[in-house]
């Protein structure tokens, strides 16, 4: 087996299925790269590495009609942000993630935390069909009617199961959003705790985001800060929801109404010769609750270590009504997502304070129902289980069993035969 990185760039599935049956023949390991956002694509390893870059054509099946959906045909190797913005020509849109250069690939496999979670779901609750390349070089299609076993493991399951080269969603009409930025200057305990009560019975068209950061770029400026979208063009009615947060001491709030593509985030290139970014010590869950003690653990963490984050995301609401059973993606009864860790910057902290940031995040972790696969960027096989629920795990492993026995896909949250 070489050492050598053979990047191949496939312009049809055609193509990728020949890449697919020549690394069978040459014994090659498969890297597959749509965003380029994952660990693994970041971190290249010998062996045949497939950039689905120019398989990125957005397709609309038909016209939607007034207040339908439409039908989607997504290239495997498009990026959000493309998609955000071809999709406004013809007011619609799709839940998705939060970053404009993050690919649909990855983040769909995944699940698909994003703005519009409560309203719609996950990336991978709208998909309805999709294009695969499977482990044999077979190019098939996987939809509720056909192949079910492989579309009930690709809503979830992450990159296990084949190559995505075509994703179908349904795409909903959206006249507008209106978006709050609420900026902290006071108790980040209490607006947290003001927050979580006021999203117990919150209408699903809004989803919350709190998130605490140091100095790092202009799209995430330092200090903690709600962000809220109302999925309408209505800022009065956010200001109203709003103002059990947006009322407190301390809290700063502008309301707008952006086009729905421009609040997806646009990540800076780093600088030519930039060191590459720190490390990251910590992790994510999906809770079912942010209950008193966790908001206490959050704000101490982040007053404990001053090259922290922590970032919230509110669940529920069309997130919930998926029956659990219906997909691979775990903790349908989770109404939080939450992350939090320190940045492992040389220098600036040393092996005690590693291992303190280490010990604080698994005290914090110890109420999670699952971990969040999109938010691991670690390659660690111990905790693949603990991404999904038990039944859905063993599923998952005779499914992968089924279409990809070799295990020829397994530069990903790896699913163990």
């Given at each position: 087996?070489?050492?050598?990185?053979?990047?191949?760039?496939?312009?049809?599935?055609?193509?990728?299925?020949?890449?697919v049956?020549?690394a069978?023949?040459?014994?090659?390991?498969?890297?597959?790269?749509?965003?380029?956002?994952?660990?693994?694509?970041?971190?290249?390893?010998p062996?045949?590495?497939?950039?689905?870059?120019?398989?990125?054509?957005?397709?609309?099946?038909?016209?939607?009609?007034?207040?339908?959906?439409?039908?989607?045909?997504i290239?495997?190797?498009a990026?959000?942000?493309?998609?955000?913005?071809?999709?406004?020509?013809?007011?619609?849109a799709i839940?998705?993630?939060?970053?404009?250069?993050v690919?649909?690939?990855?983040?769909t496999?995944?699940?698909?935390?994003?703005?519009?979670?409560?309203?719609?779901?996950l990336?991978?609750?709208?998909?309805?069909?999709?294009?695969?390349?499977t482990?044999?070089?077979?190019?098939?299609?996987?939809?509720?009617?056909?192949?079910?076993?492989?579309f009930?493991?690709?809503?979830?399951?992450?990159?296990?199961?084949?190559?995505?080269?075509r994703?179908?969603?349904?795409?909903?009409?959206?006249?507008?959003?209106?978006?709050?930025e609420?900026?902290?200057?006071g108790?980040?305990?209490?607006?947290?705790?003001?927050?979580?009560?006021?999203m117990?019975?919150?209408p699903?068209?809004?989803t919350?985001?709190?998130?605490?950061?140091?100095p790092?770029?202009?799209?995430?400026?330092?200090?903690?800060?709600?962000?809220?979208?109302?999925a309408?063009?209505?800022?009065?009615?956010?200001?109203?929801?709003?103002?059990?947060?947006?009322?407190?001491?301390?809290?700063?709030?502008?309301?707008?109404?952006?086009?729905?593509?421009?609040?997806?985030?646009?990540?800076?290139?780093?600088?030519?010769?930039?060191?590459?970014?720190?490390?990251?010590?910590?992790?994510?869950?999906?809770?079912a609750?942010?209950?008193?003690?966790?908001?206490?653990?959050?704000?101490?963490?982040?007053?404990?270590y001053?090259?922290?984050?922590?970032f919230?995301?509110s669940?529920?609401?069309?997130?919930?009504?998926v029956?659990?059973e219906?997909?691979?993606?775990?903790a349908?009864?989770?109404?939080?997502?939450?992350?939090?860790?320190?940045f492992?910057?040389?220098?600036?902290i040393?092996?005690a304070?590693?291992?303190?940031?280490?010990a604080?995040?698994?005290?914090?972790?110890?109420?999670?129902?699952?971990?969040y696969?999109?938010?691991?960027?670690?390659?660690?096989?111990?905790?693949?289980?603990?991404?999904?629920?038990?039944?859905?795990?063993?599923?998952?492993?005779?499914?992968?069993?089924?279409w990809?026995?070799?295990?020829v896909?397994?530069?990903?949250?790896?699913?163990?035969?």
């Amino acid at each position: 087996m070489s050492d050598d990185i053979v990047t191949t760039r496939p312009t049809t599935a055609a193509e990728v299925a020949d890449l697919v049956r020549r690394a069978q023949r040459e014994s090659l390991t498969i890297t597959v790269v749509a965003g380029g956002h994952g660990p693994w694509s970041q971190a290249p390893a010998p062996g045949l590495r497939i950039e689905l870059g120019a398989l990125s054509g957005i397709e609309i099946e038909g016209l939607a009609l007034d207040g339908e959906d439409a039908v989607v045909h997504i290239g495997g190797g498009a990026v959000w942000g493309d998609v955000a913005a071809t999709l406004a020509d013809d007011g619609l849109a799709i839940s998705s993630g939060d970053t404009a250069s993050v690919g649909v690939g990855g983040l769909t496999l995944g699940g698909g935390i994003g703005w519009m979670v409560r309203s719609w779901g996950l990336a991978a609750d709208q998909l309805v069909g999709a294009q695969v390349v499977t482990a044999t070089g077979e190019i098939v299609e996987a939809s509720a009617d056909e192949n079910p076993d492989l579309f009930w493991a690709l809503r979830g399951g992450g990159g296990n199961f084949g190559i995505v080269t075509r994703f179908d969603f349904r795409a909903h009409p959206i006249n507008g959003i209106a978006f709050g930025e609420h900026v902290i200057d006071g108790d980040a305990g209490g607006v947290m705790r003001a927050m979580r009560d006021l999203m117990h019975d919150a209408p699903r068209e809004l989803t919350v985001t709190y998130m605490d950061v140091p100095p790092m770029y202009p799209s995430a400026p330092a200090g903690a800060r709600i962000s809220a979208v109302w999925a309408d063009a209505d800022p009065e009615r956010l200001r109203q929801v709003m103002a059990p947060v947006a009322d407190l001491d301390g809290v700063v709030a502008e309301y707008t109404t952006p086009v729905y593509r421009d609040i997806l985030l646009e990540m800076p290139e780093p600088p030519e010769g930039a060191e590459a970014p720190p490390g990251f010590i910590g992790g994510n869950g999906l809770f079912a609750e942010l209950d008193d003690d966790l908001i206490d653990r959050l704000v101490a963490f982040r007053e404990a270590y001053p090259a922290s984050v922590v970032f919230l995301r509110s669940l529920g609401g069309a997130y919930g009504d998926v029956p659990q059973e219906s997909a691979a993606f775990p903790a349908r009864e989770a109404n939080w997502f939450v992350m939090a860790g320190g940045f492992d910057i040389p220098g600036v902290i040393d092996d005690a304070a590693r291992a303190a940031i280490r010990a604080d995040w698994e005290r914090m972790q110890a109420g999670r129902l699952a971990e969040y696969g999109n938010f691991a960027d670690t390659e660690r096989p111990d905790a693949v289980p603990g991404m999904f629920t038990p039944q859905a795990h063993e599923r998952l492993r005779t499914i992968k069993a089924k279409w990809d026995p070799q295990n020829v896909f397994r530069r990903n949250h790896n699913i163990a035969v």
